[in-house]
């Protein structure tokens, strides 16, 4: 079992700024991949980045050059630094992890809520 506890989210005006954090606890070990989804109102989740376990990373076109995604292992932790804000982002952003104990397995935070004003 891998816990994911997000935070960071918040309000804040279009150009801005925001750090989230995903937290991880359990089987920290068996964990594959990490990433950020995010599923505005009324709409499907969708991928905004994604870490592999040998540091590979992928982004969504929307966030290319904007957001970052990156680790801390030392504190079992991922962020997604998001820089000049757009409208566009809002949404909640939800961390995920896959972890492979024989079987693949995903996993969910609670999601956090960022809303970008123009």
């Known amino acids: 079992q891998v816990q994911l506890v997000e935070s960071g989210g918040g309000l804040v005006q279009a150009g801005g700024s925001l750090r989230l954090a995903c937290v991880t606890s359990?089987?920290?070990?068996?964990?594959?991949?990490m990433g950020w989804f995010r599923q505005p109102p009324g709409k499907q989740r969708d991928l905004v980045a994604i870490?592999?376990?040998?540091?590979?990373?992928s982004y969504a076109d929307s966030v290319k050059g904007r957001f970052t995604i990156s680790r801390d292992n030392a504190k079992n932790t991922v962020y997604l630094q998001m820089n000049s804000l757009k409208p566009e982002d809002t949404a909640v952003y939800y961390c995920?992890?896959?972890?492979?104990?024989?079987?693949?397995?995903?996993?969910w935070g609670q999601g956090t809520q960022v809303t970008v004003s123009s």
């Open positions: 995920y992890a896959t972890s492979f104990a024989g079987v693949l397995t995903p996993y």
């Open positions: 359990g089987s920290i070990s068996s964990i594959n991949t």
């Open positions: 870490l592999t376990r040998t540091g590979s990373t």
